[in-house]
């Protein structure tokens, strides 16, 4: 290993201490001379880097037998991940920054025409497994869909939604998909999944506490995940000071060189929390399955960092953590491959936002909803965006979004600030939590939560806005999918969504809602429009001005006027858009 030190202008802060370490379910630490070799961080210098190389395994998901191994829901005792791990916890809790003339309004959800959901375009997707929390999350190639949860992983045609490949990701797979690389334990736990559309490839993450800790990362060979997959199965005990921390919960994100984790450190013995760490995984070797020395970076503070997803030109991500009650944290990795620093600068003027606590739903059910931690980040010219579950008005939880302008930074000089900030907020003691934001090729945003109320299920509710919608405002959520049982405790962290990148307008989100087996995930999609595309000055009418504005946005080579999203503008899309206007407005 290698170890190089980095300045970085950011001062740190102790983080809170947690409780004593106990194990709680899980096999106990291994040995010294069992564990991987830990990777060291000079406590001494929480600014510097160390880095490892680590060759890979090549998997072949068409030499698994059966291909589809998880037809039905699990019948029988459904266990906790969090029993599982060794007992772990952090301070939470934050300061207290009450609201003050600096503080930016609150949009809300109004009525307005903005989501185009087509019903029966969504499925059903993985059933209850032996785990819970499910976790869910998704990747949309140009014909697939990959799902992950734990501790699960399926294919289906994007088409269709049929199911062509399903597998445990630990030993009771046939084998697992991450078995063959060392996950030789059932427990394979917090999976992440993404599409990069910059490499063209599916990428999935797993964490591993099989008595240490590794990360386990998995990269397909091409746009198809049936196939080849390079998996390594890095290793992620981290040494602070003489004292061994595992990873967990995960952040998962991309830019346009490099692939990040994000992780919260607990100890494997006593001791306090570590802090976070941050991996930075090149992405040149790993796409030819190439051995890949990867960067830790290990800052004593900061906890469930989450990672921007990154369209656009994007040379260095972007990670956002809360810092008190009334403002977030903007990370960044500075030359992330060659000499990789942290930086972090504060963003503020939110809006006072404490964390949510349970919430009812039909029959007396009551569901846990985390706490106030961020839950995704999208980032895509500039704008920065992100969600996370709060407390609202009394007895409620509420889904509060941000919009951040990055402003440059940090090469610029300049600093980050919040453009708008809205929530989701219901009416006769309804919940919205879990909320995942993204954007479009145009900007317009669409947003998934849960939603649940003492006279209905949980369910899973979409809603968007355009560029130009007044600041804050989102379209009131609707339902597109509802259990019809009662879902108690513990029931989900997050839900996702990500965008097609065969036309980079078509959002696709995961959700999940309770039937009388257990956990059920769903699957759909949704753009936002209007219903009438020709309307370009959204008034309701169509006329010269809206032609004037198409053909202004053709003559600027916008995206919205490719209207085929082939990346040209010509002849078919002035064609597309003789077509819409001739269809009018209903």
Not at 421 to 431: F, K, L, M
Not at 481 to 487: L, Y
Request: charged share 20%.
């Amino acid at each position: 290993m290698l170890q190089g030190c980095a300045a970085n202008t950011s001062t740190s802060r102790a983080a809170g201490e947690p409780a004593a370490y106990q194990p709680e379910g899980s096999p106990a630490p291994l040995p010294a001379d069992q564990r991987p070799d830990p990777i060291v961080i000079d406590v001494n210098n929480r600014d510097g880097y160390v880095r490892t190389t680590i060759a890979p395994e090549i998997y072949d998901t068409r030499a698994v037998t059966p291909q589809r191994q998880l037809t039905e829901p699990f019948d029988g005792q459904v266990r906790m991940i969090k029993h599982q791990l060794y007992q772990h916890s952090r301070d939470k809790s934050l300061e207290n920054i009450p609201d003050n003339q600096r503080t930016m309004p609150v949009g809300q959800a109004i009525e307005m025409d903005r989501v185009n959901h087509a019903g029966g375009t969504g499925f059903e997707s993985i059933a209850q497994t032996e785990w819970s929390p499910p976790d869910p999350t998704l990747a949309v190639g140009p014909d697939h869909i990959v799902e992950t949860v734990n501790a699960a992983i399926a294919f289906y045609d994007k088409d269709t939604g049929n199911e062509t490949f399903s597998v445990h990701l630990g030993t009771p797979g046939s084998p697992g998909f991450f078995e063959p690389v060392g996950a030789d334990s059932n427990f394979v736990f917090d999976p992440k999944v993404f599409y990069d559309h910059k490499a063209e490839r599916f990428v999935v993450i797993a964490l591993e506490t099989s008595g240490a800790s590794w990360i386990d990362i998995a990269v397909s060979d091409d746009s198809d995940p049936h196939g080849i997959w390079y998996k390594y199965r890095t290793p992620s005990v981290i040494d602070v000071g003489g004292n061994d921390y595992w990873v967990d919960y995960p952040g998962f994100g991309f830019d346009d060189n490099a692939w990040y984790v994000t992780g919260n450190l607990f100890p494997l013995g006593a001791g306090s929390f570590g802090g976070q760490l941050f991996r930075v995984y090149p992405k040149g070797p790993m796409l030819n399955g190439d051995p890949v020395t990867f960067s830790d970076l290990a800052p004593d503070n900061g906890a469930s960092l989450q990672v921007a997803q990154m369209f656009g030109p994007a040379p260095q991500c972007y990670f956002v953590s809360r810092r008190n009650s009334s403002s977030l944290r903007v990370w960044t990795i500075n030359d992330p491959i060659n000499n990789p620093s942290w930086q972090r600068v504060t963003v503020d003027q939110l809006s006072n936002a404490s964390g949510p606590s349970q919430d009812a739903n039909n029959n007396g059910g009551e569901i846990s909803t985390l706490d106030g931690r961020i839950m995704n980040v999208h980032y895509r010219d500039g704008n920065l965006y992100a969600g996370h579950a709060i407390d609202g008005p009394p007895g409620q939880t509420v889904a509060r979004w941000y919009h951040i302008d990055i402003n440059g930074w940090p090469g610029s000089g300049n600093s980050p600030f919040l453009v708008q900030q809205g929530e989701i907020t219901g009416n006769n003691g309804r919940h919205y939590f879990f909320p995942a934001i993204y954007s479009d090729k145009d900007h317009n945003v669409g947003l998934i939560t849960s939603s649940s109320s003492p006279n209905d299920f949980a369910s899973v509710r979409i809603s968007g806005r355009f560029p130009s919608d007044p600041l804050g405002t989102m379209s009131e959520p609707i339902e597109i999918a509802i259990g019809d049982n009662v879902a108690n405790g513990r029931w989900g962290d997050y839900l996702d969504i990500a965008i097609d990148p065969e036309d980079d307008k078509t959002f696709w989100i995961i959700g999940m809602y309770q039937r009388s087996f257990g956990w059920q995930t769903y699957i759909d999609s949704f753009t936002i429009e209007l219903p009438c595309p020709a309307d370009r000055d959204n008034n309701g009418t169509l006329d010269f001005f809206d032609i004037s504005l198409f053909i202004a946005a053709f003559n600027a080579q916008d995206n919205s006027a490719d209207l085929n999203s082939d990346g040209l503008w010509n002849f078919f899309d002035v064609s597309l858009y003789i077509q819409q206007y001739n269809a009018g407005c209903p």
